[in-house]
């Protein structure tokens, strides 16, 4: 009896737990992105996911040519290391970005809409460009070592039926994420900088008239918004695979994140991310398995007791997202939207 | 009369183009072009509605495009009276069961007073009522999809006239939208684009992976036509002694023919709508609409009822989007679900509505014809570039390889620029709203 509890334990976390953090921890990041150019440039950014791929194509060929001059950082994989230099073009292609093309609806006061539609624009560009450098295939550059816990070394380890495999990708995103998110609200608490930015995002009027500088202000969340997307996007890209139209997909579930949590709301992107994760592992994992070791043997259930068909993912992030508009539209923590 | 001639020469300009692509490739692909081109323009009508007119942003019109699409299978396909027999019945059955539950939350939702009773009993009736739609449907669906599954496995449709679908999936499109514009209207104008964006997508999944509907990604090919055949007209003395006397082929004369016939059909759907919209637009209805959409609290000041008209227009355009998706499978005569890819089916027609004028219907129409006159032939064009671009290379060297290979990706890049230089030095398009 305890051993099927403890082998239901063990099934849960391998096929639920583990991989819901590691995606929650990366739409997390992503919808970071999303809430922090809402609040400070307060527009939905619709090129945020090709933002994402354009970043991690970066990473990705910064990978190869490391991997091509025999550099790596065994047993991580190198795209940590070539992770600065993506981040570092990334940067600047979105800083060209809000200077040939933000600015000027900036200067004129344009409405929110026209941004988005501005950004739509955008989204195309850099949807050509991704495809153009890299193609529109599948691209896998992880290497290292794969797993940190093999399902077999864990069942030796413990004579347990299930095995519980931990991959390097998934914890590796597990700590980036948590470090990104402290240097971020230490930056936003702590400094004078993330404090003007606080300070411009609450009340923008009231921030001019305190001797902010606003172009400086839209420059750090530009530099931030490029860290927070590259990371985002190689952490999902090693977890998984990188394919431009996978990321273009991930505005959903990452937009969905950003309003669960509240738009504008750092905490509540987190918070966000990890709802939407794990709403979208828990419903679409077949349970069959953890049931059959926690129900007595007469009640084993027989189909697959999977709610949702995976193919319908984005249909969990949705509903919920629909289900937070109608009753709380303000999201979670208590966004500006609205 | 100045506008009426600047109009008239971009319609020449346009004219020229198709024209021209008929002299130097082939009249078979401006015929192509017109097609699609009329088609795209009734797309740009029905997003122009809504946006143009109304100020409301849906970027969902891929998902109202597959239902017009997947109309066209359940109207016009044979019914297959095997996967009838094996769980047809059944799948309704089951689908009214879960039909019947939604209701039940809602209505409980709106009646029941406010607590946790509610709350439970809700949580409850959700639960069950999925658990009988799960049960009743799961084994009809295996018996149907089991039916030769590799031409068949699906219902099949009603076996009616392929014309009929396009009125429907204009319906089948309102359908969609009454749903999404009751639970998304009113709300801001960004959510409205994620809710849109994400349904679509569903949308899409739904056409994808049921496939007792629509076989799934296992298409549905052979949809009837409206047209005749070209192997007909072939084996028809009659058109071959026509042909002839033209001097024509009759492999291409009738290949010609019956691209002449799809392009009066889409102009006549195209004048009608256009007719109509021109009405609306001009009525007071369309003068009502444009008030709301300049300033909302003053309409509402005035007793407008800003979220029903809101509604109307968002399900009048999304049917529009509907019956021009059922009119692009019925020129493919096949139901591709993995061919709705949101660049090709949603953002495209916005650069068509903001680079031909939002607000005005004829801009719409212009720019429907002029962006996918470029989405066609930018392509050749880029291969071209990148051919002269890098004809210094060696003929083997891989980045000359790879850029020749990526050509195919200049088209997303220019029409990001295109709308990008648009929407910055002439942002009311090229046929302004007057």
Redesign the interface.
Known sequence: MMIDFLNAIVALSNFVLIPAIAYGSQLALGALGVTLVYGVLRFSNFAHGDTMAFGTMTVILFTWWFQSMGISIHPLPTALLALPFGIAVTALLLLGTDRVVYRFYRKQKAQPVIYLIVSLGVMFILNGLVRFIIGPGDQRFADGERFIMKARDFKAMTGLKEGLAIKTSQSITLVTAIIVVIALFWFLNRTRTGKSMRAFSDNEDLALLSGINPERVVIYTWLIVAALATIAGTLYGLDKSFKPFTYFQLLLPIFAAAIVGGLGSPLGAIAGGFVIAFSEVMITYAWKKVLTYLMPDSLDPSGLVQLIATEYKFAISFVILVIVLLFRPTGLFRGKAL | MNDLSKNLSYFALVAVLIIGTGFYQSWNSALFILNMGLVSAILSLGVNLQWGIA?L?N?GVMGFVALGGASTIFISMAPIPAAWQAGGPRILLGLALGAATIAALVIGYSRLPKGRVRTIALLAVAVIG?LAYRSVI?PAIKSVEAVNPALEGYLGGLGLPVLLAWPVGGLLAAGAAWIIGK??LG?????L???T???S??IV??L??EDWLTRGVKNVNGIPRPVPYEIDLQNDPLFVERAATLGLDPTIASTLFVKILYALLFASVLIILLWLSQRALNSPWGRMMRAIRDNETAARAMGKNVTARHLQVFILGSAVCGIAGAMMTTLDSQFTPSAY???RFT?LV??MV?VGGSGNNFGAVLGGFIVWFLWVQVEPMGLWLMQVITSPLAEDSALRLHLI??AA?????????F??LM??FS?RGLLPEK
């Open positions: 100020g942003l970027v999925f799961s639970t998304a709300l801001r104008s960004d959510y684009a994620i809710a964006l994400g349904i997508e569903i999944a739904v994808k992976n890819q949101p660049l953002f916005w650069v903001i290979n990526s990706h200049m088209r997303l890049l220019t029409m990001g620029i709308l990008l929407l910055r942002p």
